[in-house]
């Protein structure tokens, strides 16, 4: 009885996954033409790497000013959720234990998954730490927390998903010497299909497990299927969590945290979740920037799936960027945001300084960055004459890197993953908004 109960579940799951993907995940990208992607990827469970103890999947992230949160998964239930870490190899002069869960996707069932929040820590310090505890350890691991003071690199790429092409987005990466990663949305490009989250956390571990990985939800992280799903978010809020309490965010939706000594404030949004004026986002997001003090804060950044601004033909016209776009784009401005960074389209593009669909000195910079390698490939076409107010446009997989200097000046670079080798294509210097006195609030 269970077992045929299980199989009908399966076909429902097939049909209507095979229903809902074809309108939820292809039907808004069939207005422009796109070039082949490269194939698709699969890191696989491999036994003789693993065993159902064996942590996996580890990646870190951000905690308030002085803490890491670690994340794993283990095949089995049997494992401790502890990491022993510290400052010299094979050492662990520190302990912490945490959480562990896990959760159902129709006839899927996850891993455990641990979390353990670290520290306090040292900034500008590598650590060595292993997950899992003592009778099933992890091979030890490095960390390096982020410095506490200018300069500090943060590294962007949106829209990574599981191809040829991330590989080679993150190789790029691991070379440029980040301290924190920005990822605004579609990470695993799982769409439902629940091995593919394993499998992309198997993918990124290499990277993510050493530099703090701050990541917010796009679309392909819903995951909702009519009668069979309704709880949209399941694998990214189970597998993902971040900070969202810290800013008294009651979503891991949407949050945000400083770096740099406060130097700069991240604000990371959900398109995908209520932005209207009377919901819990527009009135969270009101109060987190009532809180900044630019003076102490000179740099303010926000990261968002949907682009507000964007000339590519993909992506025209959908209420998570035009709507969301008229009910927080004054809140922004007024703000002064230096810089705004999106995903979604996938393609790479700069914007001026913007404010009501029109140059402005105070408004913030706009770019769009969801060229991470993604397995539908590129968004090739755009909108033709080419609109003043953008300033660089271009069809190309790649990732970005953003050094803040210091508190006046940061250096933009987009590095274009051509034939694999890393270019960088477009280069440009931001001034602060808070150090223009015209621009004073």
């Given at each position: 009885m269970a077992l045929?109960?299980?199989?009908?579940?399966?076909?429902?799951?097939?049909?209507?996954?095979?229903?809902?993907?074809?309108?939820?995940?292809?039907?808004?990208?069939?207005?422009?033409?796109?070039?082949?992607?490269?194939?698709?990827?699969?890191?696989?469970?491999?036994?003789?790497?693993?065993?159902?103890?064996?942590?996996?999947?580890?990646?870190?992230?951000?905690?308030?000013?002085?803490?890491?949160?670690?994340?794993?998964?283990t095949k089995g239930s049997d494992s401790e959720a502890r990491v022993d870490y510290g400052v010299s190899p094979g050492v662990y002069g520190f302990t912490k234990t945490g959480t562990t869960s896990s959760y159902r996707y129709v006839t899927y069932e996850s891993g455990s998954i641990h979390d353990v929040v670290i520290g306090p820590l040292t900034p500008n310090t590598i650590y060595y730490y292993r997950c899992g505890g003592a009778s099933s350890p992890s091979a030890e691991l490095t960390l390096k927390t982020p410095p506490a003071a200018f300069p500090i690199k943060f590294a962007l790429a949106g829209d990574l998903g599981q191809t040829d092409w991330t590989t080679s987005t993150l190789d790029h990466i691991s070379k440029s010497n980040y301290d924190i990663l920005l990822l605004p949305?579609?990470?695993?490009?799982?769409?439902?299909?629940?091995?593919?989250?394993?499998?992309?956390?198997?993918?990124?571990?290499?990277?993510?497990?050493?530099?703090?990985?701050?990541?917010?939800?796009?679309?392909?992280?819903?995951?909702?299927?009519?009668?069979?799903?309704?709880?949209?978010?399941?694998?990214?809020?189970?597998?993902?969590?971040?900070?969202?309490?810290?800013?008294?965010?009651?979503?891991?939706?949407?949050?945000?945290?400083?770096?740099?000594?406060?130097?700069?404030?991240?604000?990371?949004?959900?398109?995908?979740?209520?932005?209207?004026?009377?919901?819990?986002?527009?009135?969270?997001?009101?109060?987190?920037?009532?809180?900044?003090?630019?003076?102490?804060?000179?740099?303010?950044?926000?990261?968002?799936?949907?682009?507000?601004?964007?000339?590519?033909?993909?992506?025209?016209?959908?209420?998570e960027s035009n709507d969301m776009k008229a009910a927080m784009e004054e809140l922004l401005y007024s703000a002064r945001v230096d810089v705004v960074f999106s995903g979604h389209v996938h393609a790479y593009e700069r914007f001026a300084r913007v404010y009501n669909d029109k140059a402005d000195k105070c408004g913030p910079i706009y770019i769009t960055i969801g060229d991470g390698g993604n397995r539908e490939g590129l968004a090739s076409e755009y909108i033709d004459p080419k609109p003043e107010i953008s300033i660089f446009r271009e069809a190309s997989f790649g990732h970005g890197q953003l050094e803040f200097l210091n508190g006046s000046h940061a250096q933009w670079t987009w590095h274009r993953n051509q034939d694999d080798v890393a270019i960088a294509s477009d280069s440009v210097w931001f001034t602060s908004l808070s150090f223009d006195p015209s621009c004073k609030l």
């Open positions: 045929g109960i299980r199989v009908c579940l399966f076909l429902v799951y097939s049909f209507t996954l095979a229903m809902v993907c074809a309108v939820l995940f292809s039907g808004t990208v069939q207005s422009y033409n796109r070039p082949p992607p490269r194939k698709d990827i699969s890191v696989d469970y491999n036994k003789d790497d693993y065993h159902d103890s064996s942590p996996q999947q580890v990646h870190i992230s951000l905690v308030g000013e002085d803490q890491m949160r670690v994340s794993w998964i949305g579609d990470l695993s490009y799982a769409d439902a299909i629940q091995p593919r989250w394993d499998s992309f956390g198997r993918l990124v571990e290499q990277l993510a497990s050493q530099r703090p990985w701050m990541v917010t939800q796009g679309n392909h992280e819903v995951e909702k299927i009519p009668l069979v799903h309704t709880t949209p978010f399941t694998a990214y809020n189970s597998r993902w969590p971040m900070p969202f309490q810290q800013s008294a965010s009651e979503s891991n939706l949407y949050y945000s945290f400083d770096a740099a000594a406060r130097g700069i404030h991240v604000i990371m949004l959900g398109s995908y979740t209520d932005f209207s004026h009377d919901s819990a986002q527009y009135k969270w997001l009101e109060a987190d920037l009532r809180k900044v003090n630019r003076t102490k804060t000179p740099w303010l950044v926000v990261v968002v799936h949907a682009p507000w601004y964007n000339s590519n033909t993909a992506h025209q016209g959908e209420p």
